[in-house]
């Protein structure tokens, strides 16, 4: 069995340095991956990338992506990057 853990939307619920904590001891604990979501006003890529830069194995996904928000081509430019800077790293769930 996998686990994976979601951290919300950006700025609601937990704050940013919470979410960190919790991303960290998922990974420690050897969770298989952490989930963001977006709504307007909440980015779920820049909530991945800063995860991304503060852990090591954990696996990260966004568990939606406004569509009507951003283009399909724009979706598949702001996973693209993150996608190809840590590979291993990259659950999608767009």
Known sequence: MKLGVHVG???LGMGAEDQLAVVQEAER??????W???AYGSDAATVLAWL???TTRIKLGSAIMQIPGRSPANTA???AP????APAA???GY
Do not use: C, F, I
Not at 29 to 34: F, K, Q, T
């Open 9 to 11: 939307y950006w700025g």
């Open 77 to 79: 430019m702001t996973a």
């Open 82 to 85: 993150r996608a190809q800077a």
């Open 90 to 92: 990259n659950a999608r």
């Open 52 to 54: 991304a830069a503060q």
């Open 29 to 34: 604990l050897g969770y298989d991956s952490v």
């Open 36 to 38: 963001s979501a977006e």
